[in-house]
Every structure is written in C-alpha cells, then in structure tokens.
C-alpha cells in the first residue's frame, strides 16, 4: 500500500523485513522459508493486537484511508448490468453522487451512493465526495423512480458532509437534504443503507434513512467530523482525538445505541488491504438483508421504518 497510517508502521517494518527475506532467498537460491514463516505469524500476531485494539479516532483514519474500496468498487463487484444515470433535471449533474439501476442476485434495484476519488485529480473531481443539492436532487429522482418500478433501493454511504459552499446554499442545500430524508422515509419499497467510510452530517443522513442500516467493521457515522466538533465546543480543532471518543462515531457504538442495525466484518487490517474479500462480506449481508425485506407489504414496510427512526435516542422509553 502507498499510504499508511501511523499505528500501521510496525506492520509495514514485519511485512517489508518479509519481502526483503524472500527477495534474498530467490536471489541466493538459499531457502528461508523457516524464517519467513516466523516473520508472518509474527506479522499477524500484530495486525490481531493492532487491529483488536483500535480507538475512535483510529477507526476515523480507516474510514477515511485513500486507498479503501468505494462506492464504484462495490458496484462493479456486487451488481450486474449496472446502468448509471445522471442529472437531476433541474440545474447539472453532481459526480460526488452516482446512481443508476442494476442486477443483485438476480433481482432488479436501484442503487445510490456517495463517491469520493481515489486520487487528489478525481477528488477534486467528485468535489471529495461532498454532494451538492443537484446530488441530492438525483437521489430523489433516482428513489421516485425504483418505487415506480417496484425496485428495492441500496444506498452507500461515504461523505464527510453536504458541500457547505455558497453556490450549494443558494441553490437549496437544506431543503435538498431534507426532501431526501422525506422521500426515503416515505418510499414504498425497502431500503437498505451501507456507511462503507466515513458518514458525517445532514450529508450522510439524506442517504440513511433505510429499513436497514448496515455499517462496515471501521466505518463512521456522526453530526459532525470530530475535527468539527472540537471546534465548535472547544475552539480547538487539535482535539480530534478526543472528540472522536467522546461523539461515539465508531459502528459497535451506533450499533449499541440502536442506530445501526448489522456490523458488516472487514478482513484482518481493514476493507483497503483486502478489497475483494471485503466485497464479499458486504454481499452476503446485502443479500441475507434484502431477501429478508422482499415481500413485506409497503404498508407495514414504511411504518416500522417510521417506528425505527422515532425510536432512536428514545433512552426513556416514551416520547
């Protein structure tokens, strides 16, 4: 990998001193497979204790790793015959949303998602997966339509938050979000929602309003980035760390508060160091999800996704 974080430098030392080892072996035709074997189960013993032990804020750096999957990964490894469309009919299209039809075990639907760049030229290019209300505006039209046809709608999630530039504000940001978030809670098919990164604000929420909200192992969902937070709270951006913690941003947090309802496994050191095995766990709990959704009546469907989301910090028991 071309980026690593810092908690991850005393794996990439084993996994170097490992490729060092079998490069001199191949060079000297000298056999150290005695050696390297040590070396990897040292390496793994590490990535458990690493990985078994991570923080808030470590689990913020995962979700938001340059190199873990995206949306278009998952796309291109879990459907068939996807079909992007664009544009919202109203202003442009928004790259940082990508929409578009396709096939899921057979089974037709309408998938959304957030998208960032895998490089700075794309970021820039997907405006760092940060929507604009044209984005969310596609949404819409793209949700009105599955409902049209009858198809279940998969939503990924992986924004640090709707755009906040002037332009957006002029043309409707907040209202945007919130026709998003009307729209979903009333849509007469299921809905399932993925946070596969980094899930913040009004942003993330337009897009997570699922009878069924599923997070990845080290994704994120929160108001605010902690970064954020610190700074409006504390006037000091430089406890992120803390923030991190305090918010409860990891998904065994959202998990134990009742905000996320499944915790999709990543395998061992994240979903970018195993991308295709992280696309497989993510499809069978996809799969198992929605063929539990298909068939329940829209009406029953839309009120306990009503009942879901009144439930939620409802810590007393009544409203």
Same mark, same amino acid.
């Given at each position: ?6 908690? #991850?430098?005393?794996?990439? /030392?084993?996994?170097? *001193?490992?490729? /060092? ?8 035709? +000298? ?25 808030? $804020?470590?689990? &913020?750096?995962?979700?938001? @790793?340059? /190199? ?20 919202? !009919?109203?202003? !442009? ?20 998602? @957030? ?5 700075? *030229?794309?970021?820039?290019? !997907? ?25 279940? &709608? ?7 938050? =709707? ?5 957006? #504000? ?23 929602? &993925?946070?596969? %990164?980094?899930? %913040? ?7 997570? &309003? ?6 990845? #192992? @080290? ?14 709270? $504390? ?6 760390? #803390? ?51 298909? %068939? +329940? ?6 009120? =306990? ?15």
């Amino acid at each position: 990998m071309s980026a690593t974080l810092e908690f #991850e430098r005393p794996i990439q /030392e084993l996994e170097a *001193k490992i490729d /060092e080892l079998r490069k001199f072996s191949r060079e000297k035709g +000298i056999d150290l497979t005695n050696e390297i074997t040590i070396l990897e189960n040292r390496a793994r013993e590490v990535r458990v204790s690493i990985y078994g032990n991570l923080n808030s $804020w470590q689990k &913020v750096l995962i979700a938001r @790793h340059p /190199e873990r999957p995206n949306a278009y990964y998952y796309i291109n490894n879990l459907f068939t015959d996807f079909m992007e469309l664009h544009g919202d !009919r109203c202003f !442009r299209d928004d790259p940082s949303v990508a929409g578009g039809i396709g096939r899921f075990n057979g089974y037709s639907v309408t998938v959304i998602s @957030h998208l960032k760049g895998k490089d700075t *030229k794309e970021n820039l290019a !997907r405006n760092f997966g940060m929507a604009h209300p044209e984005g969310y505006r596609k949404a819409i039209r793209l949700m009105k339509q599955a409902e049209k046809f009858k198809r279940p &709608v998969i939503t990924f999630i992986d924004t640090p938050g =709707a755009y906040p530039g002037m332009g957006a #504000e002029e043309r409707g940001q907040s209202e945007a979000i919130a026709k998003s978030i009307l729209t979903m809670a009333a849509l007469r098919v299921p809905i399932i929602s &993925v946070v596969i %990164g980094e899930g %913040g604000s009004g942003g993330a929420l337009a897009f997570g &309003v699922g009878d069924r909200i599923l997070m990845q #192992e @080290h994704a994120v969902y929160s108001v605010i980035t902690p970064e954020g937070y610190a700074s409006i709270l $504390w006037k000091d951006s430089s406890r992120n760390r #803390e923030a991190a913690e305090t918010m409860k941003v990891t998904a065994q947090d959202l998990l134990a508060l009742g905000v996320a309802d499944q915790i999709v496994p990543e395998p061992l050191g994240g979903a970018h160091r195993e991308p295709e095995a992280s696309a497989e766990l993510l499809g069978k709990a996809l799969a198992a999800n929605l063929n539990e959704l298909l %068939g +329940i009546d829209p009406d029953i469907l839309v009120e =306990a996704r009503y009942k879901k989301f009144r439930a939620i910090g409802n810590l007393a028991g009544t409203f």
